[in-house]
Structure formats: structure tokens, C-alpha cells
């Protein structure tokens, strides 16, 4: 599970607590989905570049229109773009309902990664040009940080943009078997645990935890780095992990179940670190925090309105050298990896998602207010 995925799950649930009715339209995977009727699976297809994900056959899709109409819909709420989007627009115009969409993903810095043999200038242009026809067609566009909706304003978008960060729940977060968890790895308990919940994707700047790592283990710190996620990039990062001499100190875990052995995951970590600059928010910061586990983290794009130092996390400019000595900083103060811990706790509790849904729900109605059709209750 990623971040959009997360997100969407997390409303959909809250929404739906406050008595809303939430459909999620969404691909099909070829492992069994425990759905229940508010959930349209499409027949899909695999994605070249990014064999995890899939992409809804969009004439599957459209096929399912008239069968959509009938459920009397007052909003159409995109979370992804490319199938989704045009077949969301579609469903909305012909239903004459407004529809929104989040914008989860900074794809200017993402193509270079998966297409490296064209400019990054190219790339760069070729997706904010992408994301301002995407957006300009929409009635409202929600970022997850102000910093991203002023970089779609500097983009030339002109729809209406507000920002509603994706919330958490901390008491899912609050109780988890560490000990547990550390030992279905093998990992002894003298080692200082230190965990990265992320896609595997080059853009996550997992190679720079690699770098560090080695750099405590050459200091002679007694360390295990753990890397819960998949992605594209994961072989390549086994790979430079071994070339690097330090794979027996680096576990990739895959994915985890959210509702136990990613929380036990929190739990088992001494220190959460993180090194993407391409968040639009960085929910697994959160989610480490409510657990009480202390962060490392680069603070760019999104992540600066999430991290706040000293509040559970110490910033690191990023270098080697930087976050190597935040984290021995962090590791060899007991008092102050304890400090950090209930702070972590304390502020991750303003992220509660039950608010921010709310606040979600408010601009729903805003935005169906401009359209004069009697509503109900369906997104």
C-alpha cells in the first residue's frame, strides 16, 4: 500500500463514519481484494515501468457509466490521473456533478527516474504541461501541503486549489509487539533498529539511507537498516546494497499488513529515517510518530509542513555526514531519543484524520453548492 492509496482509504473510512456514502471505483489485481459493495473493481493491465501498480482499462471502465448513473452521485473525486481522470471527468460531465481531484504525486520529479534518456528539462516541462491540462478541466483541484498548491499556481493553474492533508488515526498506531516483529527478522536486540517504510522508487532517494548506513557501520556503530515497501527500484537497491558490502545489514521487507505487522514494524524501529525530497506530504512520518518512534528526516517539498524540529524529529540536511550524525546524536542520548518520542506522540495527534475528513466533507458541499441539483449523500 502507498501513500494515495492510504489516503483514499483512510476518507473513504472516516467519510463513511460520518455517514456519507463513498463508492471507490478501482483497478483489479490478480491477488483476491476483500471489497464490499461500495467498491467497483475494472478489469486492468500491468504498467511497464512500474510492475506493482496497475491500470484500469479505460473502455472496461467507461463501459460501467450507465450502471454508475444509477447511483445518483453529487461528486466525483479523482485520486489518481491518466485512466481514472479522464473516465472521472467523464462520469461527472455527463451526470452534470462537479469533480475534484487530489493532486498526490510531484511527477516533475518522478519521469526522469523511470525515462532517463530524455532531458529532465523535457520531462519537467512535459509534466507540468500534463498536470495544468489535467487540472484546468476540473472544478477544484485539493494538495496535501500549501507548498505543493503554490507550485501548481506557479504552473499556471487557475481553478480553485485548497489544501487538506490526509490525517491519521494514532490509536491505530499506539500499541504494536516490537520484540516481536524485531525477531521474525532475526534481528538481536543489542542493534539499533533503523526503519524506512517507502516505495522502493528511485525518487524516494533510498540510496542515500544505503550511504549512511554504511557510514555508521564503517564507525563501527551496530546497526541494521530495514526497508518496509515495494517498487521498481528494489533489486537495483539489493544489488547496490550488496555491492556496497553491507547487505547483511539491510533487510528489504516488502509490504506489511497495515492493520498489524506494519504497526509491530513502528514499533521494533530505535529511529524512522527518511530521505525523499518529492513528498507531497509523507504519511509515514506521521504514522512513525504516533507510534512513538523518533525521525531523521530530510525536511523538503511537503515534508516541511509535516516535520517540525524537535518535535519529535531531528532535521538533517541530507548529507552523508549530516545524517549519520543526527542519527548517533539521537541513538547515543537516551534522554533525548525519550524526549523526541513523547513529543513524536503528542504532535502526531494534530494530524486526526476524523478533522481533517471533516474538513474534506465542508469543501465537498462547497463545491456541489455550485451546482443547483437536489444532493445526497454519495462521493
Given at each position: 500500500i502507498n501513500g494515495v492509496s492510504t489516503s483514499i482509504q483512510t476518507f473513504k473510512r472516516e467519510l463513511e463514519i460520518a455517514g456519507h456514502e463513498v463508492y471507490?471505483?478501482?483497478?483489479?489485481?490478480?491477488?483476491?481484494?476483500?471489497?464490499?459493495?461500495?467498491?467497483?473493481?475494472?478489469?486492468?493491465?500491468?504498467?511497464?515501468?512500474?510492475?506493482?501498480?496497475?491500470?484500469?482499462?479505460?473502455?472496461?471502465?467507461i463501459n460501467q457509466l450507465p450502471q454508475l448513473?444509477?447511483?445518483?452521485?453529487d461528486l466525483v473525486h479523482i485520486n489518481t490521473p491518466f485512466v481514472a481522470h479522464y473516465a472521472g471527468l467523464t462520469l461527472a460531465r455527463k451526470l452534470d456533478i462537479p469533480c475534484i481531484t487530489t493532486y498526490?504525486?510531484?511527477?516533475?520529479?518522478?519521469?526522469?527516474?523511470?525515462?532517463?534518456?530524455?532531458?529532465?528539462?523535457?520531462?519537467?516541462?512535459?509534466?507540468?504541461?500534463?498536470?495544468?491540462?489535467?487540472c484546468q478541466a476540473l472544478d477544484g483541484i485539493i494538495t496535501p501541503s500549501s507548498i505543493i498548491a503554490s507550485l501548481l499556481q506557479q504552473y499556471g493553474i487557475s481553478n480553485p486549489i485548497v489544501t487538506i492533508p490526509t490525517g491519521i488515526d494514532v490509536s491505530d498506531f499506539e500499541s504494536g509487539n516490537g520484540d516481536k516483529f524485531r525477531d521474525s527478522l532475526g534481528i538481536e536486540p543489542h542493534k539499533k533498529l533503523l526503519l524506512?517504510?517507502?516505495?522502493?522508487?528511485?525518487?524516494?532517494?533510498?540510496?542515500?539511507?544505503?550511504?549512511?548506513?554504511?557510514?555508521?557501520?564503517?564507525?563501527?556503530?551496530?546497526?541494521?537498516?530495514?526497508?518496509?515497501?515495494?517498487?521498481?527500484?528494489?533489486?537495483?537497491?539489493?544489488?547496490?546494497?550488496?555491492?556496497?558490502?553491507?547487505a547483511d545489514h539491510v533487510s528489504f521487507i516488502g509490504y506489511?499488513?497495515?492493520?498489524?505487522?506494519?504497526?509491530?514494524?513502528?514499533?521494533?524501529?530505535?529511529?524512522?529515517?527518511?530521505?525523499?525530497?518529492?513528498?507531497?506530504?509523507?504519511?509515514?512520518?506521521?504514522?512513525?510518530?504516533?507510534?512513538g518512534t523518533p525521525v531523521v528526516a530530510i525536511a523538503e517539498m511537503g515534508t516541511k509542513e509535516?516535520?517540525?524540529?524537535?518535535?519529535?524529529?531531528?532535521?538533517?540536511?541530507?548529507?552523508?555526514?549530516?545524517?549519520?550524525?543526527?542519527?548517533?546524536?539521537?541513538?547515543?542520548?537516551?534522554?533525548?531519543?525519550?524526549?523526541?518520542?513523547?513529543?513524536?506522540?503528542?504532535?502526531?495527534?494534530?494530524?486526526?484524520?476524523?478533522?481533517?475528513?471533516?474538513?474534506m466533507a465542508e469543501y465537498y458541499v462547497s463545491i456541489t453548492a455550485q451546482y443547483p441539483r437536489e444532493l445526497g449523500s454519495h462521493a
Open positions: 471507490l471505483i478501482a483497478p483489479s489485481y490478480p491477488e483476491p481484494m476483500v471489497d464490499n459493495d461500495t467498491i467497483l473493481r475494472i478489469e486492468s493491465r500491468g504498467v511497464a515501468l512500474d510492475p506493482e501498480d496497475r491500470m484500469m482499462k479505460y473502455r472496461k471502465l448513473r444509477e447511483k445518483g452521485f498526490h504525486t510531484l511527477f516533475e520529479e518522478y519521469l526522469y527516474h523511470y525515462i532517463p534518456w530524455i532531458p529532465k528539462s523535457v520531462l519537467r516541462w512535459a509534466a507540468r504541461s500534463f498536470s495544468v491540462s489535467q524506512n517504510v517507502s516505495r522502493v522508487a528511485y525518487e524516494k532517494n533510498i540510496g542515500r539511507l544505503l550511504e549512511v548506513a554504511q557510514d555508521l557501520l564503517k564507525k563501527s556503530r551496530d546497526i541494521h537498516l530495514v526497508i518496509a515497501g515495494e517498487g521498481p527500484a528494489k533489486q537495483s537497491y539489493i544489488q547496490q546494497a550488496r555491492d556496497m558490502g553491507i506489511l499488513d497495515r492493520s498489524t505487522d506494519l504497526i509491530d514494524c513502528y514499533h521494533s524501529a530505535d529511529l524512522f529515517v527518511f530521505s525523499s525530497k518529492t513528498e507531497t506530504q509523507g504519511l509515514v512520518l506521521l504514522e512513525a510518530m504516533a507510534a509535516v516535520l517540525q524540529d524537535g518535535l519529535g524529529v531531528k532535521i538533517t540536511d541530507g548529507t552523508v555526514s549530516d545524517f549519520s550524525a543526527k542519527i548517533v546524536e539521537v541513538l547515543d542520548q537516551p534522554d533525548l531519543h525519550n524526549t523526541l518520542s513523547e513529543s513524536a506522540k503528542l504532535y502526531a495527534k494534530d494530524w486526526d484524520s476524523s478533522r481533517l475528513s471533516a474538513r
